[in-house]
């Protein structure tokens, strides 16, 4: 997912860009704790929460928020567990289950009325949003600013809960998410970093905190600290019930991006390779083993994955640009190309994201480049 989408809900979830950002934290030795403040879990507790990550994870959503629900009332100072509550309330309402069905209090009066226009992020909002008016605790303070569609009032709400806690870590790592979003400030990046450090200064071990580290550290260029605090967080992640088979997977793709950068084709096309048949993120794995393909001269192994990369996105531009660059430049195909590029042109025409388009130029620039060297080369 992007880092902030749509709403602010990205601040607690684990961030899965395809590059990351600088901490001074750098030691990779930290380890994930079940004991910390706001996400305490004893052994039963643990239990039951695996549990209804497994009916999750078997699509039995409505069951799982029921479970989740349960024990988030229980205990009521645990962020980890009210964040899910939140996370699959949202996906609910993305897929069309009434606001009202899923909040008892948009059912009096005006309120049911009203919530039917809303949109499923408003109606998000307006329940935390009126729960953290009613009692503005820490917790409740910063999941009303988790689901925020505004930048300045989601900071607000979590300064607030700062006020209230000035050690809480939880609300350290979600202010390093809003500053991050703040792009007209200049200073937004070393900002952000101090708040993030402060969260793992007070909590090692958070995950969430720890993959928002390994994202700024690849972002700002240190990418080997990256990598190795981005392996670190796999090591910790695995099999935790904390963190989904979805970031998993998008924490590895991540990875494979890294070895990429590096030059470590064979190994990024490995690590590739290992994730056949994962639903999460299949046109971007296909697209980064294309290029790992490439990069490891197997031509006619990366037009396969652009092809499948092309079946994986349909509509999108860079899986075709990959293939018209791969039929122009090294199949000696140019009619086929030409087609090609005709196509991407074409969907270019339609309101196709600039962002493909940008990507596949630095592709036809940094592959024409390579070209020209060979030719000039003794």
């Known amino acids: 997912m992007a880092l902030l989408t749509g709403t602010l809900q990205g601040l607690f979830a684990l961030a899965a860009p395809l590059v990351f950002a600088g901490c001074a934290t750098r030691s990779a030795t930290w ?3 079940w004991g910390a403040p706001y996400a305490a879990f004893g052994p039963d507790e643990r239990a039951d929460f695996a549990g209804a990550r497994a009916m999750l994870d078997a699509g039995q959503r409505l069951s799982a928020l029921a479970s989740l629900r349960d024990l988030a009332a229980a205990d009521q100072g645990n962020l980890e567990l009210a964040s ?3 996370d699959v309330e949202s996906d609910l309402l993305q897929d069309g289950v009434p606001a009202g069905d899923l909040f008892p209090a948009l059912r009096a009066g005006e309120r049911l009325a009203a919530s039917r226009d809303l949109t499923p992020e408003d109606a998000l909002q307006l329940v935390y949003a009126d729960r953290a008016g009613e009692s503005p605790t820490v917790q409740a303070l910063i999941l009303a600013a988790r689901v925020e569609t505004d930048g300045l009032a989601a900071e607000s709400l979590l300064r607030r809960a700062l006020e209230l806690d000035p050690v809480c870590s939880w609300a350290h790592y979600g202010l390093a998410h809003v500053l991050l979003e703040k792009r007209s400030q200049p200073d937004r990046w070393s900002l952000a970093r101090a708040s993030l450090e402060r969260a793992l200064e007070i909590e090692s071990g958070n995950l969430r905190a720890r993959r ?12 080997d600290v990256a990598e190795t605090q981005l392996r670190r967080w796999l090591e910790e992640a695995s099999a935790d019930p904390r963190v989904s088979d979805a970031e998993r997977v998008e924490a ?3 990875l494979a991006l890294l070895l990429l950068l590096r030059g470590e084709d064979r ?3 490995r690590l590739l390779e290992d994730l ?3 639903p999460t993120g299949r046109a971007r794995r296909w697209m980064l083993l294309t290029v790992a393909r490439q990069e490891g001269g197997d031509l006619l192994g990366a037009l396969d994955a652009t092809l499948r990369a092309q079946g994986a996105a349909a509509g999108e531009v860079l899986p075709l640009v990959q293939e018209a660059l791969l039929s ?18 074409a969907l270019a025409g339609d309101g196709t994201s600039i962002t493909d388009l940008v990507q596949g130029l630095r592709a036809r620039v940094r592959m ?5 060297a060979a030719e000039e080369a003794p």
């Not at 928002?212 to 990418?223: D, K, P, T």
């Not at 122009?328 to 042109?345: G, S, Y």
């Not at 024409?368 to 020209?372: A, D, I, T």
């Open 84 to 86: 899910w509550v939140q």
């Open 212 to 223: 928002l580290e390994a994202w700024m550290l690849a972002e700002e260029g240190s990418r």
């Open 276 to 278: 056949e048949g994962e």
């Open 267 to 269: 190994r990024a096309a």
């Open 252 to 254: 590895q793709l991540d």
């Open 368 to 372: 024409e480049r390579s070209l020209s």
């Open 328 to 345: 122009e430049a090294f199949l000696d195909r140019p009619e086929q190309a030409n087609a090609l590029w005709e196509e991407v042109a």
């Open 31 to 33: 380890e994930a704790s």
